[in-house]
């Protein structure tokens, strides 16, 4: 063994072994090193996000609308709608933070309701061109492979699988069941990449502690 002389690299150890002490049981060794990763985790992001996003966007737009209003003229100034719109978006801000405070906190119930509203029409496009459009276009093939037939079959079984409108006897019962198959094949994949994914991140800490730390593997 050749342990690291690095404090950083012992206080990364540590704390790794303490979120993996949660594996015999909730305890304050865990809890300590849950609380101290949710907290930094928070302050990091609070700090990366003010500065590249509050300061560029924000004062940064309107620092530039405000410099077009004082060298080219009041018309020029307030016709610079793209950098004054800046403004709306700090005001939602700022709104969100009363939330803070009990007695005006529903006013920060705005700017969560537009955010949301306009948040979920731009994925609700994003995902209707992506997940629907693209897929329906991609389906669409012709049959002069194997590798497009089992997709043309094996997306209309799916489909098939899911009407319900028709009792699932017969030839349609049929078709039903294999499409069952190709869901079964799909999800075990989707979960078997889920589980792969994981392990690499396991591979990751176990080598961060016997090798970067403790300095067992070479």
Known sequence: MHPSPDIGIWIGGLLTLGIFSFLYGDNPYYKFCEALFVGVSAGHWFITLFWTVFIPKLLGNIGIAIHTFR?????????????????FGGILGFLMILRLFPKIGW??????????GTTA????????????????QKTILPLTSVGNIILVVGTFCGLIYFFF?????????????????????TFGASFGYTVMSRMSL???????????????IR
């Open 165 to 185: 409108s028709k009792e699932h006897k017969g030839a349609f019962g049929g078709l039903a069941r294999v499409g069952i198959w190709f869901l079964m094949i």
């Open 202 to 216: 396991l591979i990751g800490r176990m080598d961060y502690i016997f090798g970067i730390w403790l300095g067992m």
């Open 71 to 87: 060298t080219e003229g009041f018309a020029a100034g307030m016709s610079d709608y793209m950098h004054w719109s800046y403004i």
């Open 107 to 116: 006013i920060s119930r705005w700017s969560l309701a537009f955010v949301v």
């Open 121 to 136: 029409g731009y994925y609700f496009i994003n995902y209707l061109v992506s997940n629907g459009l693209m897929q329906i």
